[in-house]
């Protein structure tokens, strides 16, 4: 599996399945997940409804992922992830479970794209929007988690390319920076 990095808008993606930074009502939002709404159409919102009916009354649980159709997006699915709100620096004890939930947002959407049998998936950097996790901070979390998931997880011989779609030029010069560090050391 190979960790690619682009600048760009994850809607426009040619690849099996995106990522989208959702929020637990599965109901649509601003940012990416908006974004992804308004290019892939009604589909994508009738079957998140229809998925919120019948297991997620109460919400997606933070840190999970749940597949959908991808409407008229070039993708064929759609996998809607929740990540954590970043936590107040006062919360100490919540920056180290809420760093294990976002995490568990890329292993989880990761484990759903082999079951679809998508081979090439693209991301976002959940939380680094409106839920406020800081880029670096964020970049690292997302690359050392799908790093190791590639060594460990099974995912060399399931997915060919997991392409971090990053939005402008600041985040995509972050991520560079951590992987280039996580892969080589500083
Ligand atoms: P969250 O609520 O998880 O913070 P957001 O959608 O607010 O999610 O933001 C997550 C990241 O996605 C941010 O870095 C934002 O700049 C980026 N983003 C917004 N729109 C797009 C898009 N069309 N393609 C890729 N990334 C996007």
């Known amino acids: 599996m190979e960790i690619t990095l682009t600048q760009g808008d994850i809607t426009e993606q040619q690849v099996d399945a995106i990522v989208n930074a959702a929020n637990s009502s599965l109901l649509g939002g601003g940012g990416v997940d908006g974004a992804i709404h308004r290019a892939g159409g009604p589909e994508i919102l009738a079957e998140c409804r229809a998925l919120r009916a019948a297991h997620y009354g109460k919400g997606l649980p933070t840190g999970q992922a749940v597949a959908t159709t991808a409407g008229r997006l070039p993708a064929r699915w759609v996998i809607h992830t929740v990540?954590?709100?970043?936590?107040?620096?006062?919360?100490?004890?919540?920056?180290?479970?809420?760093?294990?939930?976002?995490?568990?947002?890329?292993?989880?959407s990761?484990?759903?794209?082999?079951?679809?049998?998508?081979?090439?998936?693209?991301?976002?950097?959940?939380?680094?929007?409106?839920?406020?996790?800081?880029?670096?901070?964020?970049?690292?979390?997302?690359?050392?988690?799908?790093?190791?998931?590639?060594?460990?997880?099974?995912?060399?011989?399931?997915?060919?390319?997991?392409?971090?779609?990053l939005f402008g030029a600041d985040a995509y010069g972050v991520f560079e920076r951590v992987l280039q560090e996580l892969s080589h050391g500083p």
């Open 83 to 108: 990540g954590p709100v970043h936590p107040d620096p006062r919360e100490g004890a919540e920056l180290a479970r809420r760093t294990e939930l976002l995490a568990s947002c890329y292993r989880e």
């Open 110 to 165: 990761l484990r759903i794209a082999t079951e679809l049998g998508a081979r090439s998936v693209a991301l976002p950097a959940v939380s680094t929007g409106v839920y406020g996790w800081p880029m670096e901070s964020a970049a690292r979390i997302a690359l050392a988690e799908v790093m190791e998931m590639g060594r460990t997880g099974g995912l060399d011989e399931a997915i060919d390319e997991a392409r971090f779609v």
